[in-house]
């Protein structure tokens, strides 16, 4: 079976133009919803990341108070900025961009952020609210995942869902939300790893793969079973001649022969991540409802 491709930048597009309507509805309430950004250091994808937020901003209609903060910054400096948007009420959000350079300690920087404007869904309250089910600012790329799979009509209750990776970004937030007694979860989860004994094992009992590890070719085609759905979440450059700028971006499935037996299957780019964005910018936009009394915390 010769998969259908996931379009994230269609969807993406889509709930961005949905966004956008509310905004200007707001806009006509008074209400603008801000999003404070802070970069700290050179790393060339976090800095492409960051610009890529901030334009999105702009095209919503967002407020954005950008912030680029040499390397070598200290943590008070740090600690500092975040409380200074903790207590901005133009600012709704705080974007941390991670990961912080060597020597800056990035779980006392995220604990510093208000909880109440955490759209990154980062802080350990918002972590904790997100785990009892209760309602949190939920991680952004997780959120995009679940998007991505509702929106592709994917029925992702009682399914076999294989993560591979970990991480407190998108493995471990994920695989929580997926097996939430809600509408965006239960599902039956396994989460693999480094350590795991035999990935191929887990990935062919799955319906849906959700690939988090940051390796390219860590899902090949031998690993998974005919029809199932695919999620690529990883984002590694490799280098190749043939482009100018010396790399190119793959994920972590070999797309070319995965595609062949999957029934959905996202491409990298332009699957999951125009979607972190976009969930970025719905986190701060619920979070400016909720500042000003638009919305309650049930
Ligand atoms: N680094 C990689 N992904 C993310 C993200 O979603 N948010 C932040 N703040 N940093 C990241």
Not at 179 to 200: E, F, M, P, Y
Not at 212 to 234: E, L, S, Y
Request: net charge negative; charged share 25%; aromatic share 2%.
């Amino acid at each position: 079976m010769a998969g259908q491709i996931i379009d994230g930048k269609q969807v993406a597009a889509d709930m961005r133009a949905e966004l956008k309507e509310e905004v200007a509805k707001l806009k006509e309430q008074g209400i603008v919803p801000g999003l404070g950004v802070i970069l700290v250091g050179e790393d060339p994808a976090s800095k492409s990341y960051v610009t890529a937020k901030e334009r999105a901003c702009e095209e919503l209609g967002i407020y954005s108070d950008d912030n680029r903060l040499p390397a070598d910054t200290a943590q008070e400096d740090l600690i500092a900025l975040v409380n200074r948007m903790n207590n901005d009420p133009k600012i709704n959000g705080i974007l941390v961009q991670l990961p912080l350079p060597k020597g800056l300690n990035e779980s006392e920087v995220l604990l510093a952020i208000d909880p109440d404007k955490d759209v990154d869904g980062f802080h350990p309250m918002n972590v904790g609210k997100m785990m009892v089910g209760e309602k949190a600012f939920l991680p952004c790329t997780p959120h995009g995942v679940i998007q991505l799979l509702l929106r592709s009509g994917v029925s992702i209750k009682g399914a076999n869902v294989v993560i591979v990776g970990r991480s407190n970004i998108v493995g471990k937030p994920l695989a929580n939300m997926l097996i939430q007694k809600n509408d965006k979860g239960n599902a039956t989860v396994t989460v693999c790893h480094t350590r795991t004994k035999d990935l191929a094992h887990h990935t062919k009992q799955a319906d849906i793969i959700i690939a988090a590890a940051g390796r390219p070719n860590t899902v090949t085609t031998d690993m998974v079973k005919d029809g199932v759905v695919v999620i690529d979440v990883g984002v590694n450059r490799v280098e190749d001649a043939t482009k100018k700028r010396g790399y190119r971006l793959v994920g972590d499935v070999d797309f070319e022969q995965v595609k062949e037996k999957a029934s959905l299957i996202t491409p990298v780019p332009g699957g999951v991540g125009p979607m972190t964005i976009t969930m970025l910018l719905y986190n701060t936009v619920e979070s400016a409802k909720r500042a000003a009394g638009l919305v309650s915390d049930e």
